[in-house]
């Protein structure tokens, strides 16, 4: 039976040393700022970004929601984002996605400030993150390297294959295993939605992450036995015994998975407290390198 990769509980470790450097530090100086854009009434988004707002206020960080409804023009979108830009009270600046259709999200992202871009989605970000050099790392792909560190989970040689290549998640992640580090070191296998026979590379991984968003996808019979598996999954299912009429579920077939695999990640409490952790750090960091 797989031991699990306890994100909630990692999270709430690394918030709270990050409140007590933040206590520590703001009594000279202002506390870190977080500017959150959320656009239109995507209810996963709204769920998204109150979270983000409350682990702010809990780690004793100052937070700014600027919501607006869905017919927001682009070119008042990109005045907001040039005012935050400009204000020296506002260290990281997050546009939730995803924008409606008649917004250009590159647009949009290629505005902010990069040193602002605690989301890591700049062009200057990932050109950086490719390279190997200090920047913003985007917060999904950030949180799960600090899972495999924090669990001391050896990464140099092992063959890791990732289902799924969005620049949030899964091109990031290919770079940050693949990079000459720890975590890293390893031999990246990036599946998408054109690969044949998936389960041929699924086999094969010693770690296997799955991000493509379709509940369930991995079966036990596509993990190779002792694996570590990752699931960055996060899918609304259908289900009317729950108050809300769905519930979470991951992109791996947890019951059965967790039979085979020496270490899983549950959904809900493994990856997306991870990432919430994560983007706070983020935040951090642009706060420590303003104020220096
Ligand atoms: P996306 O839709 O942008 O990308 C999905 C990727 O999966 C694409 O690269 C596509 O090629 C690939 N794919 C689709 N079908 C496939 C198939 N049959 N076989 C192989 N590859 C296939 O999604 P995303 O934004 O990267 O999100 C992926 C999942 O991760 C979603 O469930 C999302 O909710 C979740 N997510 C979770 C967090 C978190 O904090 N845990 C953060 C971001 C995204």
Known sequence: MAQLLDGKALSEKLVAEISTKIATKSIEL???????????????????????????????????????????????????????????????????????????????????????????????????????????????????????????????????VILGRSAIVGQPLSFLLARNGNPGNCTVTLCHSKTVNITHYTRQADILIAALGIPNFVKKEMVKPGAVVIDVGINRVEDLSKKAGYRLTGDVDFEAVQDIASWITPVPGGVGPMTIAALIFNTYKAWSERMM
């Open 30 to 160: 202002r506390a870190p700022h977080l500017a959150a854009i959320l656009i239109g009434d995507h209810a996963p988004s709204k769920a998204y970004v109150n979270n983000k707002i409350k682990t702010c206020e809990k780690v004793g960080m100052a937070s700014s929601l600027h919501s607006y409804s869905s017919d927001i023009t682009e070119a008042e979108l990109l005045n907001l984002i040039e005012k935050l830009n400009r204000d020296n009270t506002v260290d990281g600046i997050l546009v939730q996605l995803p924008l409606p259709s008649h917004i250009n999200s590159k647009r949009i992202i290629e505005a902010i400030l990069p040193s602002k871009d605690v989301d890591g989605f700049h062009p200057l970000n990932i050109g950086n993150l490719a390279k190997g050099y200090d920047c913003f790392v985007p917060a999904t792909p950030l949180g799960v390297t600090m899972l495999l560190d924090h669990y001391k989970i050896k990464t140099g040689g092992k063959h890791c």
